[in-house]
């Protein structure tokens, strides 16, 4: 008897697929982009066997294609990832996801004293990488540094 080896998950028609996500980050991608929200379709998978990556995640997101602060949000969480938008079941772009030099108005500063945290000031910080090749956030403002896994969205 023949054992069925894959899980077919079928094709959108039009939306977005992010792939290549580290598997403990889907769920997180999932949160920032308010997902768990959408009226749209939202298929996800986690622990997916990958040959570059080992492990990954994977999202397919029916009828939407996401802003480039949407886009940035997912360079911060999964700069591994890539999107790919679909439109009557072809790809019509697919792209890996760049880490923007600068990200303004999407992440709280870390620090509790920043002009940001205490006035309607919009925040602005330089994305840079710290000797692990982990993200890192420099507040243009206060100067002080966000580092990856203290990262909060607005």
Do not use: Q, W
């Not at 929200?37 to 570059?52: A, E, I, Q, R």
């Not at 925040?123 to 540094?145: I, N, P, R, S, W």
Request: aromatic content about 8%; some cysteine.
């Amino acid at each position: 008897m023949d054992k069925r080896k894959e899980l077919i998950v079928s094709a959108i028609e039009n939306g977005t697929v992010i792939d290549h996500i580290p598997a403990n980050k889907v769920f997180e991608v999932i949160k920032i982009l308010d997902l768990e929200h959408s009226k749209n379709s939202v298929y996800f998978g986690t622990n997916l066997d990958s040959k570059k990556y080992g492990k990954k995640g994977i999202i397919k997101i029916s009828d939407k294609y996401f802003a480039p602060e949407d886009v940035n949000k997912i360079a911060l969480v999964a700069p591994s990832a890539s999107l790919i938008e679909i439109k009557d079941f072809e790809v019509i772009n697919k792209h890996s996801i760049e880490t923007p030099e600068r990200i303004d108005g999407i992440v709280k500063c870390f620090n509790p004293n920043c002009v940001t945290n205490k006035e309607h000031v919009p925040t602005k910080f330089a994305v840079m990488k710290d000797e692990d090749g982990k993200v890192k956030l420099k507040c243009h403002y206060c100067e002080k540094y966000t580092k990856e896994n203290n990262i909060e969205f607005i």
